[in-house]
Every structure is written in structure tokens, then in C-alpha cells.
């Protein structure tokens, strides 16, 4: 097979040659049709994490099943499939259920095993699904890791119709799939960004309001606010929050520090939520609302020799919701 492969981490990626994998008795192995980028794809190439090596990078998958291991039951050669990246061991589903990304095993496909940059994939059977009929490729690949890392966001963040979220530094896959989500859900969403050509796009995607990430105060009083930029934002979410708010975290792209004003958060009653993917109940979840017709945010889409052309722009942050590869069917 080809994919794009990193040979050494930290280290670059180079368009190489592989054996066909084959899969395991309960591996399913994908000839992919479209993936898509995630800030995965970079953080791997400067050794955060150092995934097993050659690797082929790539946590977001849509494709058709081309071979079934032994013990595969649930899924048949030919069958239009898209993966979860959220992988737990059958034990820890078993033992933590909606909480199984709270399990020691737990991994995230494409950053801790190879992923979807490649003419094939392998995953455990029990990360297949078939994919939305009703749906592009390209939305298939786009979906999986921000969408369900949004909707585990907002899930435990128990966002309630008429409240108001607050989703800092829009853009970005995960904030992106948390504007579509929360709208859904019945919600007022309120969005920032410092690019006013994102602000005015995050309106056409559905945003009550939004607001230039730079100004010093940001006039608004929020439920619930989706924090993923970290020490550069961090303050002014925090004074965003309406008394008796949440505040749920899944990243910092702008590091890993923050300071808490311990008096505000006390007396304000907040509640700061740390939140990573997403369980396979909330997969499921997910599947039924893209089923009927969740929005999904795609930025652009590039010919799979062009990785390096949507690696740039997603280092950049140019995007504007999920870059997508579409790959060359035999």
C-alpha cells in the first residue's frame, strides 16, 4: 500500500510504500475513500506523542471494508464504513461504559497505532460503523474525532436548550463541530475568533453573535463556555461565565499552563469540566444526529498527494472547520 509515512518522531512525513496490512480476528481493513487532518497530524511529527514507528498518520476515516478478520461478525466485505478514533479495550467498555475514555487503555486511533493518510487502514470491528448514507465522503471523514470530542464537550457540560455556549477561538475542527452541536441542541452560541473573515462565516454557520478573541472583555454572560486555546484566552472565558457556570476543556494550543483566580471561582460557584473524545455510546449518538443531517463544517478538500499543501494550512490555522482528503479508488 501507499500512505504517508513518519519514519522517525520528532520528523517529517514522506509518501511512501508499506506491505497490505492484514487484519486481525477482530480487524476489519478499509480501502480508504477520504480522511481528513487533525491537530494530531502535527503533534506527532515533534514527538507529542512518539506513536509507534513507521507510522501512518490520519484519526479520521471514511471507506469500504475490503477484508474481515475470522471473528468479525458485525460487518461484511464491501460494506461503506466510517471509524471511530476512540479505541478502548472490550474489558474497560465493559467496566467504565460511557466513561470508557476515563480507561487506562484507552487510544485514540491514528495517533497511538497507524490511521487513514493511506490506500488502506486496519481498526478493530467494534470502531466500524457504516457510514450516513444521506452524506458525502468528505463529510464521513470529516465528522468523527471534533464531532465526538465536541459532543462529549457538551454532554458534559449538560448543555440545556435556551442556554447560552460560548465556543472560544471558532475555526478549529472541534470548536467548529461545538457551534453545529450546540445550535442543534437548541442552544444561543456565541463565537470568537481574531479573524474577522471567521467571525463572519461562524455567522452563516448558524452563531447568534460573535466577537474579536482580542478585545479586552467580552460583553457576554455564559452557561456554558468550550475552551481549547489555553493561557491565551483563559482569563476572559472565565469572566465570561455566567454565576454558577461551566467551563469544559479539552485542549490548550496555546499551552499547557493556566492561572485560576481562586476567589472568583469559588464565589461565582463555576465548574471547570477536563473532557478528551468520546465514548462508543456517544459515537452512536453522534451517528444519529449527522443521520439527520447535523451541519458539518468542511473547510476544503485536497487530492491525498497534497497532504503537505493541508498539513501547512492547518499549522496556519487558516481553516475554518475540517480539511479533507480524498483518495484515489482502485
Not at 131 to 153: G, K, N, V
Not at 177 to 202: C, H, P
Amino acid at each position: 500500500m501507499e500512505a504517508w509515512i513518519l519514519n522517525e518522531s520528532p520528523g517529517s512525513y514522506v509518501w511512501g510504500s508499506l506491505p497490505d496490512p492484514t487484519p486481525a480476528p477482530d480487524e476489519v481493513r478499509i480501502r480508504v475513500v477520504t480522511s481528513a487532518l487533525n491537530h494530531m497530524d502535527l503533534w506527532v511529527t515533534r514527538g507529542m506523542p512518539k506513536p509507534p514507528l513507521p507510522h501512518v498518520p490520519g484519526c479520521d476515516t471514511a471507506g469500504i471494508v475490503d477484508a474481515v478478520g475470522s471473528a468479525v461478525t458485525t460487518l461484511s466485505v464491501g460494506d461503506e464504513v466510517v471509524v471511530n478514533p476512540g479505541v478502548s479495550p472490550v474489558d474497560e467498555i465493559i467496566k467504565y461504559g460511557n466513561n470508557s475514555p476515563m480507561g487506562p487503555g484507552f487510544m485514540i486511533w491514528g495517533e497511538h497505532c497507524k490511521g487513514g493518510h493511506g490506500t488502506y487502514a486496519i481498526a478493530p470491528a467494534r470502531n466500524v460503523r457504516l457510514r450516513p448514507q444521506s452524506r458525502s465522503w468528505e463529510d464521513c471523514a470529516a465528522f468523527p474525532l471534533a464531532y465526538l470530542t465536541a459532543l462529549r464537550m457538551l454532554n458534559r457540560a449538560r448543555l440545556r436548550a435556551g442556554e447560552t455556549a460560548l465556543i472560544v477561538g471558532v475555526g478549529s475542527g472541534v470548536s467548529s463541530a461545538a457551534l453545529s452541536i450546540a445550535k442543534w441542541m437548541g442552544a444561543t452560541v456565541i463565537a470568537t475568533s481574531r479573524d474577522e473573515a471567521k467571525r463572519v462565516q461562524a455567522k452563516v454557520m448558524g452563531a447568534d453573535a460573535v466577537i474579536d478573541t482580542s478585545a479586552d472583555r467580552w460583553d457576554v454572560e455564559a452557561d456554558v463556555v468550550i475552551e481549547s486555546v489555553g493561557p491565551a484566552t483563559w482569563d476572559k472565558s472565565m469572566r465570561s461565565l455566567a454565576p454558577g457556570g461551566r467551563m469544559v476543556v479539552c485542549g490548550g494550543t496555546s499551552g499547557p499552563k493556566v492561572e485560576i483566580n481562586l476567589p472568583r471561582l469559588f464565589f461565582k460557584q463555576y465548574e471547570i469540566i477536563g473532557s478528551t473524545m468520546g465514548s462508543y455510546e456517544e459515537f452512536d449518538q453522534l451517528l444519529a444526529l449527522v443521520e439527520q443531517g447535523l451541519p458539518i463544517a468542511v473547510d476544503s478538500v485536497h487530492p491525498l498527494s497534497e497532504y503537505e499543501t493541508a498539513l501547512a494550512r492547518l499549522e496556519k490555522g487558516e481553516q475554518l472547520g475540517k480539511i479533507v482528503l480524498r483518495h484515489e479508488v482502485m
